[in-house]
């Protein structure tokens, strides 16, 4: 879980800037009840939620042309293991009523994380009810209100943005699930692939309009040492020596992104009792929450060193530091032990120590000098197929042993 992240932009990629479009970015809770009803995922009518590990979000994107801003599309993730097709006509139904044509379903998309702990019961599908029992109301309704609440808060904040996309292989944050059974594919189908599984990442980052130097055909940095400056809006990008190129344009251009990568959201296995947004939604609460310590420290420093310019008679700007990698890497190393000290029930291990328990989008949007709403990042689903997070694979349950080692001693599953 921690590679997820800390090789956010690993692999070289380029970014191609086109500000010639409308953004609107809107966060909302999607929770719903986090005890007495089944988590959606692993389909066990036994793993029946009991807690929280973290919050459940909608992060909702829309994208408009400047010339034309009623040419649009929306695009939702969600902290759920999918949509349904009644909570997409229910949103579309809220959304009509709101703005009528604008937005439907020829260019809104719904989607989830694929997290298997949030709350069951929301599809209209028996298949799917079964272990949830039948349909849970709260389930539902939690779902479609703050998803139509995200798309609303996203609609209010459209303005004019700089669009950027990555795109590159990311190493060491996913693996088959089934790699024997991936062996018995044909050896020429399997000699077309690098891998067993998809490995690329991309990476879609929207900015405030720049104010200083252009970022068009920056090269990002093979490895992470420049990570999170590059993915929260930094014109600075890192060389493949670690050097720096460009300049940064204000301390607080960055307003999100929407990552894609292929892994499921099974860091949390099928004894987990607690409702959470598993591996993406933790990377997206660790993101946004240091973009919001970051702004925060950021301004402060240009609050105190305009005073001192001020004072020296100067107006002269400096742009503001980057953020060291061994910062980043000191919150990511601890990632793993938050994960797994949810599934043991130790509160103290919890994401929610980092990631508070209250409304992210309220705690953002307070004010208090000023700061934004904040930096929305969405870790979006992608060819998931038999992708797992469980980069060190299967053990079995009763002796502790690596499964492909000895497949045969696994007398109570892996």
Known sequence: MTHFVLLLLAGS????????YLVGIGKADITGPVADVNLMGYAMPLQISRGIHTRLYARAFIVAGSKDNRRRFVYVVSDACMESQLV????????????????????????GTHTHASPAGFLQYVLYSITSLGFVQQSFDALVDGISEAVRFAHEDLAPADVSWASGELQGANINRSPTAYLANPADERA???????????????????????????????????????????????????????????????????SWFPVH?????????????????????????????????????????????????????????????????????????????????????????????????????????????GFTAAFAQSSVGDTSPNVLGAYCLDTGVCWLAAPDTCKLGT
């Not at 490995?199 to 990570?227: E, F, Q, S, W, Y």
């Not at 930094?234 to 999100?256: H, I």
């Not at 420093?301 to 005073?307: G, L």
């Open 88 to 111: 997409t006509l229910r949103v579309l139904a809220r959304l009509q009523v709101e703005y009528g044509g604008l937005y439907n379903a020829d260019n809104v998309v719904l989607s």
């Open 192 to 258: 077309k692939y690098a891998w067993d599984v998809d490995k690329d990442m991309d990476i879609l980052r929207i900015k405030h309009p720049a104010t200083t130097a252009a970022a068009t055909g920056v090269r990002l940095a093979t490895g992470p040492a420049n990570m999170l400056g590059a993915v929260a809006g930094d014109n600075a990008a890192g060389t493949q020596d670690g050097s720096l190129v460009g300049q940064k344009t204000t301390e607080d251009d960055g307003r999100g992104l929407i």
């Open 265 to 373: 959201c099974t860091s949390m296995n099928n004894t987990n009792p607690f409702v959470s947004g598993d591996n993406k939604g933790a990377a997206a609460g660790i993101l946004e929450k240091e973009w919001q310590i970051r702004a925060t420290v950021d301004q402060k420093r240009s609050h105190t060193k305009h005073e001192a310019d001020m004072g020296a008679g100067s107006t002269r700007h400096q742009p503001g530091d980057i953020v060291q990698w061994s910062r980043c890497r000191q919150w990511l190393s601890q990632l793993s032990a938050w994960l797994i000290g949810g599934l043991k029930g130790n509160p103290a291990s919890r994401l929610e120590d980092r990631l508070s328990l209250h409304d992210q989008t309220s705690a953002d949007a307070t004010s208090g000098a000023g700061v934004r709403q």
């Open 13 to 20: 990629a380029m970014l191609c800037v086109n500000a010639e």
